[in-house]
């Protein structure tokens, strides 16, 4: 087995600028793409991310060459049992709860693929339009000669613990807590773990990809600089060792056996790859003399559903930044929301409220409609300290993921999720005090 010398992560790219890259000077053909005959022997070899005629804007096509063809594979296999099968339309129950979740034990004896659970989703992976959300836990590393791919979407990778080694067709990427990553639908890749054990979460999209929000009037620069995505270097594997290729498709899991390593490609170029982001390099804005802004000023990446102006996920980063407004309540208010709410604690705490060391990596969902908001002590709190700049720490990071689907919980998820908001009649119903007091009006209009 060899390496390219040249592994490194990459920058500036964005994630629609073409990239090129050759682990081999020369192996990327001149001026064209299909030479009859490569001179390093290499096969050419396509992926197509979007269709032929999609817009400039978002065609992403990215052009291999490889040791081997990927055609080189045994016919496929589906894997009945494996924990990964799922069926959107019986296995889902969609409820009003506000729900959270305790962090996920870690599965120490199993690699990323085996270690993904289900939380949740919705729609259908065969008609591109849904997503899933999983957690993730694992101790041990995917096997030398195995990769796998998602057909129904993208993965959006991001670890709460321990650091990721991710070898994808295009090259390699290390993901360490408080980076995120991106997979393209159909990309292979293989999972190793560098620091050992690891837990985190991948959401899947099953229409259209990750790509930064448009800036419009605030200009060419802020929230995820495109000169911080990081992009792989071509790197293969040179072997004759048969490799077991899993994927996902339709939501049911099959194997096949492929001739020679997954990661062949010497050299590739094009607009379709996987890409990570530091979140500490997010260029936070915000409200600087009142009021909150909406927090879709904090999207690092969105995805648009099949409906105009209902994105299937905006991933949002609630990182450290200043509080500056003067006379207003700096804690998120109430809310409800077509768009669905999955939030997870990296590190730290939730936005300006810190948490205990056995909560962080929790996750809580508030689903389309379902209100939201601080606790009783909390608003009570807020709305009677006196108001000065704050600063949210560095270690608070969070995510939040906003779909237009509402979302369905698997069994398991339902069973482990734990009510969110104040509780019943017994302890009154979270305890909100009444402060209301019409006569105030009075005393206002007669001073
Ligand atoms: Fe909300």
């Known amino acids: 087995m060899s390496r390219s010398p040249n592994y490194r992560d990459r920058f500036p790219k964005t994630a629609t600028e073409p990239v090129r890259s050759e682990a081999i000077a020369g192996a990327l053909p001149k001026a064209q793409n299909l030479p009859q005959k490569h001179h390093l022997g290499l096969y050419p070899e396509r992926i197509s991310g979007s269709s032929f ?63 993904l659970r289900l939380i949740g989703g ?6 591109k339009n849904g997503v899933a959300y999983y957690s993730f836990s694992c101790g041990v590393d995917m096997d030398e000669q195995t990769a796998f791919y998602s057909a129904d979407g993208d993965w959006l990778i991001v670890p709460q613990i321990g650091a990721l080694d991710i070898q994808t067709e295009l090259g390699m990427l ?28 991948v ?20 929230l995820a600089n495109l000169r911080d995505f990081e992009i792989p270097s071509a790197a293969f594997t040179d072997t004759d060792a048969v490799t077991t290729l899993l994927v996902k498709m339709a939501g049911k899991v099959s194997h096949a056996s492929l001739k020679g390593s997954a990661f062949n490609a010497v050299a590739w170029h094009g607009t379709y790859y996987p890409f990570k982001y530091d ?3 997010f260029m936070t804005m915000g409200s600087t003399l009142y009021d909150h802004q909406d927090p879709s000023i904090y ?39 077509t768009m669905s709410e999955f939030a997870a604690v990296i590190s730290g705490g939730f936005d300006t409220s810190p948490m205990p060391e056995e909560l962080i990596g929790m996750c809580m969902l508030h689903n389309g409609m379902s209100t939201h908001g601080m606790s009783a002590p909390v608003i009570e709190h807020s709305m009677n300290k006196e108001i000065k700049p704050e600063r ?35 302890n009154d119903f979270g305890g909100y005090k009444r402060v209301f007091d019409a006569s105030l009006a009075l005393k206002g209009r007669m001073s």
């Not at 894997?79 to 962090?103: E, G």
């Not at 959401?203 to 800036?215: Q, W």
């Not at 509080?323 to 809310?335: A, G, I, S």
């Open 299 to 337: 999207t690092v990446l969105t995805c648009p559903s099949d409906k105009p102006d209902h994105p299937a996920v905006d991933f949002i980063y609630i990182g450290p930044r200043w509080l500056v407004m003067e006379d207003t309540l700096h804690v998120p208010y109430f809310h409800r929301n």
């Open 203 to 222: 959401i899947e999209t099953f229409s259209g990809h990750f790509d930064v929000p448009e800036l419009g009037i605030i200009g060419s620069l802020g």
């Open 279 to 281: 979140l500490g390099k």
């Open 53 to 115: 005629t999609a817009k400039r804007a978002v065609n992403k096509q990215t052009f291999m060459w490889r040791i081997l063809p990927s055609a080189a594979q045994s016919s496929w296999t589906q894997v009945p049992d494996h924990p990964l099968n799922q069926n959107f339309h019986t296995d889902l129950s969609f409820l009003p709860d506000q729900l959270s979740w305790k962090p996920f034990k870690i599965e120490t004896d199993c690699n990323f693929i085996d270690g």
């Open 392 to 426: 949210i720490p560095d270690d608070h990071v969070a995510v939040l993921v906003e779909s237009c689907y509402p979302i369905g919980l698997t069994e398991w998820a339902r069973k482990l999720g734990e009510p969110d908001v104040g509780g019943d009649e017994e």
């Open 174 to 201: 290390r993901v360490r807590p408080r980076e995120i990553c991106v997979v393209p639908r159909g990309i292979r890749f293989r999972v190793t773990l560098p620091s050992g054990r690891t837990r985190g979460y």
């Open 122 to 127: 919705a729609g259908d992976a065969t008609v």
